[in-house]
């Protein structure tokens, strides 16, 4: 017999986030540097490209840190923690990836959904960027996609974002050009 209880664990691996003493990595997310707490193991063993990235900041940091020990003696490595930098992501769009990341849920609406498409494409999460694809288009089919093309903006340095928006002019185009001629066609 084997017995799956995820809910619990889905709970337990959430809620470590809100306990920074828990947690190993720091990012410093948006403008205001907001912190957001993680657990390195969970996010390298979840994709390739956090673990890469983690690997390369621990690296720097180890390197910046052997530069000062010379000078101030031993720190122990458990008083260090990683702390790397993502400024281009919107704090709480970040928040609830990482979220994700380490409980597997996350919650998609209008307001997160880019920032969520964002990083599961820059960090390796096909299963979440299909799911905010089809959130998206059935947000166009009913007619709300403008809320979503506004948040779009955040992200206007990132590729999907950029596709997304073209996307979305080029069809307001289509449909301005419809409604001035009344065909289908644009002249």
Request: hydrophobic share 35%; with cysteine; net charge positive.
């Amino acid at each position: 017999m084997i017995l799956k209880s995820t809910r619990g664990l889905h709970d337990s691996l959430a809620l470590i986030l809100d306990m920074p003493e828990m947690c190993d990595v720091t990012f410093l997310v948006g403008k205001r540097h907001a912190p957001i707490y993680g657990v390195k193991a969970i996010l390298a063993t979840r994709s390739r490209c956090l673990y890469q990235l983690i690997l390369q900041h621990q690296r720097t940091a180890e390197a910046e840190s052997s530069s000062k020990k010379s000078k101030k003696g031993n720190r122990s490595p458990l008083q260090q923690k990683l702390v790397i930098d993502m400024h281009d992501y919107l704090v709480e769009d970040f928040r609830r990836f990482i979220t994700f990341v380490h409980s597997g849920k996350v919650k998609i609406d209008a307001n997160n959904v880019i920032g969520l498409l964002c990083a599961s494409v820059e960090y390796g999460f096909p299963d979440l960027q299909t799911a905010c694809t089809k959130f998206i288009q059935r947000s166009q089919d009913r007619g709300e996609g403008k809320q979503i093309l506004d948040s779009a903006w955040n992200y206007q340095h990132k590729r999907v974002s950029q596709k997304l928006i073209c996307k979305q002019c080029c069809k307001s185009t289509r449909n301005l050009t419809t409604l001035k001629t009344g065909s289908e066609k644009p002249f």
